[in-house]
């Protein structure tokens, strides 16, 4: 699949490359000459262009062949716009208007040209902000329900749902990403390593706790071999972009068929080190704003669950708990239904323990912490954050529901 005419844009070159595309010009009308370009890739891989004139606006991201954080001694494929676009499509089917919406794909130049989000912000730099989203936890809840639910064979039919799974199966070195630098490499030194170095007590528990790492390991098994939905795959709070009322969600580069639980266990994460973070970001609002993010965790896992349930109980066409061995026999599903969603409230918590330890300990931290400047402050921060994943790792059973997730962040934050 790799790319012979491939070149990288620049500001310089992309009006005259991209001025004979219909899907463009149709925006941006033929003037090329007057469009404005600007290079706005703030992500650890790609590179990302707002193109204006003054009939339209639109965006154009152009995968590198390396990390674009590391630099080209990291090569990674092109295809990841491929699998990028493909998981655009399918979210848009499976849960419509939640993605930006795509104007052209271009597979050998690896390049998507889709709407421009704006005033869009990105709402990690909100949550450090400290600005509010309306209804932020249930459209969350509501997009991964749906997501999970309908990527499913629960939903899908086992040929469609089998030959996605084919499909997405070719997106291996970005999935390896993952693998590595979430569930391998927090718990030993790796290379690419990097901490704030007041937390080496902290973190020698935590690498030399044997169960810890093997229960790591156990999700990394789950991750890599089962597919029961196509997730998301990168759903943190640097995916999602909002304005105080309208979100959408990018950047599913690293979709593939993973456990229904993933893509909501890796935003949990996000929303508790925003929660942890905030005592250096906020001053007299802080308890406010703290029980506000507390309240989004809530909401998206009730919803999560509503949706889950009303699918469940709308759209369970696929082989999966079929209607025909309950429903249809005059049996009720719902404690089948209970089961699956416990199954998935397990596996988040899991997932969730494990992104909050990455994000302190391994290569890709998050802007939330890495924003604190000051070591001395930021330690004890990471560290409760730190502390309170290993918990959900390893003692997951204690905790039955949302409720007691908040109760316990609630805990490690005093
Ligand atoms: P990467 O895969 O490199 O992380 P992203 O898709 O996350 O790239 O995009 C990087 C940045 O570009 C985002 O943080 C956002 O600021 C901007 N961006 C990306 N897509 C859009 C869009 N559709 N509309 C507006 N801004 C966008
Ligand atoms: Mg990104
Ligand atoms: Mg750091
Ligand atoms: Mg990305």
């Not at 009939?55 to 590391?70: F, H, N, T």
């Not at 050998?108 to 990690?124: N, T």
């Not at 669950?305 to 469940?312: D, G, N």
């Not at 209607?323 to 998935?344: M, Y």
Request: aromatic share 10%; proline share 4%; net charge negative.
């Amino acid at each position: 699949m790799e790319n012979a005419n491939y070149t990288a844009l620049t500001p310089e070159t992309l009006s005259t490359r991209l001025v004979a595309l219909p899907a463009v010009t149709e925006r941006l009308g033929t003037d090329a000459e007057s469009w404005q370009v600007k290079e706005v890739g703030d992500g650890n891989l790609n590179l990302v262009f707002i193109v204006q004139s003054d009939q339209g606006s639109i965006i154009v991201k152009q995968a590198l062949p390396y990390v674009r954080l590391v630099g080209d001694s990291w090569p990674l494929p092109l295809y990841r716009a491929y699998f990028e676009y493909h998981a655009l499509t399918r979210q848009a089917a499976r849960d419509p208007g939640t993605v930006p919406e795509i104007y052209h794909f271009d597979e050998d130049q690896a390049l998507i040209v889709m709407e421009f989000l704006s005033p869009h912000v990105i709402l990690r730099s909100k949550l450090i902000a400290g600005e509010k989203v309306d209804d932020l936890g249930a459209f969350c809840g509501k997009y991964c329900a749906r997501t999970a639910f309908r990527g499913s064979e629960l939903s899908m039919t086992s040929a469609d749902k089998k030959a996605d799974v084919g499909l997405f199966a070719g997106n291996v070195e970005i999935p390896a990403i993952t693998e590595g630098l979430v569930f391998t490499d927090p718990y030993f030194e790796a290379e690419l390593n990097n901490h704030t170095p007041e937390l080496e007590p902290v973190i020698n528990e935590l690498r030399n706790n044997i169960e810890l790492k093997r229960m790591a390991q156990v999700m990394l098994t789950k991750f890599a071999s089962n597919t029961e939905t196509m997730v998301h795959g990168d759903l943190h709070s640097g995916s999602i972009m909002a304005t105080q009322s309208e979100i959408r969600v990018i950047d599913p580069e690293f979709a593939q068929y993973a456990p229904l639980g993933f893509d909501i266990g890796m935003l949990t994460a996000n929303y508790l080190m925003a929660y942890f973070s905030q005592p250096a970001h906020r001053g007299t609002d802080l308890e406010a704003y703290q029980d506000w993010i507390l309240s989004v965790i809530t909401e998206c896992w009730s919803s999560f669950e509503a949706e889950f349930r009303h699918l469940w109980n709308t759209e369970r066409t696929g082989m999966l708990f079929p209607k025909s061995l309950f429903e249809d026999q005059g049996h009720s599903s719902e404690t089948a239904c209970d089961g699956v969603l416990a199954d998935i409230w397990q596996d988040a918590l899991r997932f969730c323990g494990i992104e909050m330890h990455r994000r302190c300990l391994s290569l890709a931290h998050n802007a939330d912490f890495e924003t604190i400047e000051d070591t001395t402050v930021r330690a004890p921060l990471e560290a409760r954050n730190l502390q309170m994943g290993a918990e959900l790792v390893l003692k997951t059973d204690t905790l039955k529901d949302a409720k007691a997730l908040i109760a316990l962040a609630r805990t490690f934050n005093a």
